[in-house]
């Protein structure tokens, strides 16, 4: 069964960077499409970009300039990093699992409750 | 961009059925994925491609998608079906979710 599991700060103050690992157990990173989604508090989800089992990097068009998704293979982890925060960013961050590029998202991780705020 | 147009809000009797729409042009085009997310937990998959189910989602969940519309159908409404329920597609490699739609059991 595979599962995801998000870890990193909970609280981030603003103009800084918010991080987010991802660790994956149950299936291999070398395989799959790696993504990021967010939610924010009593509103609709927002896809944050993908990495694939490659390395190549696919964003949001509005995040994209201050966004970087990465892979640890060793760790079979990928992570999040956004910088120039603001309280517009707080948000559940989710990782989720898609088989392909365009593809539906599944398993998710449980949620990780990121807020900006100095 | 793409933006995907789902009421934020359905009520449906326990025993009834319950459609959720998604709005979106010429969504028909594209394959469209259903979520469901209950209060305090992550999204999980109830429909992809349209209208197959993963397994273990019950034979309850169905969906269409044709035009400018797509419909989640859930019968047989039970309490355990009441959450937040969200479409999502691809467009221009980037992917898209509706607002969501409460269902709320009665």
């Known amino acids: 069964q595979v599962q995801l599991q998000q870890s990193g700060p909970g609280l981030v103050k603003p103009s800084e960077t918010l991080s987010l690992t991802c660790t994956v157990s149950g299936a291999s990173i070398s395989s799959y499409y790696w993504n990021w989604i967010r939610q924010p508090p009593g509103r609709g989800l927002e896809w944050i970009g993908y990495?694939?089992?490659?390395?190549?990097?696919n964003y949001n068009s509005s995040l994209e300039s201050r966004v970087t998704i990465s892979l640890d293979t060793s760790k079979n982890q990928f992570s999040l990093k956004l910088n120039s925060v603001t309280a517009a960013d707080t948000a559940v961050y989710f990782c989720a699992r898609a088989a392909a590029a365009i593809n539906w998202f599944d398993p998710w991780g449980q949620g990780a409750l990121v807020t900006v705020s100095s | 961009s793409y933006v995907l147009t789902q009421p934020p809000s359905v009520s449906v009797a326990p025993g009834k059925t319950a459609m959720i729409t998604c709005g979106g042009n010429n969504i028909g085009s594209k394959m469209v994925h259903w979520y469901q997310q209950k209060p305090g937990q992550a999204p999980v998959l109830v429909i992809y491609s349209d209208s197959d189910r993963p397994s273990g989602i019950p034979e309850r969940f169905s969906a269409s998608n044709s035009g400018n519309t797509a419909t989640l159908t859930i019968s047989r409404v039970e309490a355990g079906d009441e959450a937040d329920y969200s479409c999502q597609v691809w467009d221009t490699n980037s992917g898209v979710f509706g607002g969501g739609t409460k269902l709320t059991v009665l």
């Open positions: 990495i694939s089992h490659s390395g190549s990097a």
